[in-house]
T-cell receptor
């Protein structure tokens, strides 16, 4: 299957700083990428849909100024958590739509801890 | 209303036996897709199997099969010949419609533990 690479896998940052997470499709062009957040022992909640060359579409309740998404190319989307606070600590995972509608591939996820 | 329901928070199965993980869904779309993912403790989401709403045959992928009952709106995952490495969280997900957004809605998950 297709490969989606997400970096970093773990990050610890201080309150008030910003953290950037990268999501790359390594062997296919992903016109659409998705960012999810997962709290411990809970399911994945979609945060936003990232389309190459256009503004991201955020789900209800997700602060677009807090979670900045950029999809500058067909193989790279980034999520920046701005002015991070401890409540932003979570597991963030991206996914990319494949060529076929039957495909949805996920990155390895990023565990963010804000101290 | 929940779109994807997984009623089993946790399941046990003996190694080498088969296990069924339940998933029911709710949609008014005629065209939709159903997915199952495995999430080990490392956190990655591993794609297991896909069933399209218009597929007449139940999907199968190796030891995984999807028991698709459209009228009941259920898409249960069957894992045959369970292995210790199958211990993980399992998520059922649905894609509605055929537009380009391709959003997945996930169930709450089932934690499977395979006993030796």
């Amino acid at each position: 299957g297709a490969v989606v690479s997400q970096h970093p896998s773990r990050v610890i940052c201080k309150s008030g700083t910003s953290v950037k997470i990268e999501c790359r499709s390594l062997d296919f062009q992903a016109t659409t990428m998705f960012w999810y957040r997962q709290f411990p022992k809970q399911s994945l909640m979609l945060m936003a849909t990232s389309n190459e060359g256009s503004k991201a579409t955020y789900e209800q309740g997700v602060e677009k100024d807090k979670f900045l998404i950029n999809h500058a190319s067909l193989t790279l989307s980034t999520l920046t958590v701005t002015s991070a606070h401890p409540e932003d600590s979570s597991f963030y995972i991206c996914s990319a739509r494949g060529v076929m509608d039957t495909e949805a591939f996920f990155g390895q996820g990023t565990r963010l801890t804000v101290v | 209303a929940q779109k994807i329901t997984q009623t089993q928070p946790g399941m046990f199965v003996q190694e080498k036996e088969a296990v069924t993980l339940d998933c029911t869904y709710d949609t008014s779309d005629q065209s939709y897709g159903l997915f199952w993912y495995k999430q080990p403790s490392s956190g990655e989401m591993i794609f297991l199997i896909y069933q399209g709403s218009y597929d007449e045959q139940n999907a199968t992928e190796g030891r995984y099969s999807l028991n698709f009952q459209k009228a009941r709106k259920s898409a249960n995952l069957v894992i045959s010949a369970s292995q210790l490495g199958d211990s993980a969280m399992y998520f059922c997900a649905m894609r509605e419609g055929r537009d380009s957004s391709y959003k997945l809605i996930f169930g709450s998950g089932t934690r499977l533990l395979v006993r030796p």
